[in-house]
């Protein structure tokens, strides 16, 4: 069953001039792994952890370091989450994510679906 589905846009080029901007910003908001990134890479991922809040239904107090995009063997990007977004996601019966990624056009994009065995 489908708990909640998410989506949300970023544009790369302005990301990427709030994190040369704001030198402390990409520790808040990726993970030491996903830190070494390209810059259209952390858009994506950024608007993928966007998406998966909204797709929880935007509850306060998640950090954005409990969750984290990484790349299958096969390319496709999966969701990872633990701390805060692990507790939200518990209370609402989440024990799958489905992850879609894509950036064209100066513009990065992700769909988040949760979900649930129920």
Excluded: N, Q, Y
Aim: charged share 25%; hydrophobic share 45%; no cysteine.
């Amino acid at each position: 069953m489908i708990v909640g589905v998410g989506i949300d846009v970023v544009d790369v080029d302005r990301f990427a001039k709030s994190l040369e901007r704001t030198p402390g910003l990409a520790t808040r908001l990726f993970t030491e792994i996903e830190r070494g990134l390209h810059p259209r890479s952390l858009a994506a991922r950024f608007a993928a952890k966007e998406a998966l809040a909204k797709a929880l239904g935007a509850p306060r107090g998640l950090r954005w370091t409990d969750a984290e995009v990484r790349k299958a063997p096969d390319g496709r990007p999966s969701l990872h989450v633990d701390g805060t977004v692990a507790a939200a996601a518990g209370r609402l019966g989440v024990t799958a994510w489905h992850v879609s990624l894509s950036h064209d056009g100066g513009v990065a994009v992700a769909v988040v679906i949760a979900e649930s065995p129920d």
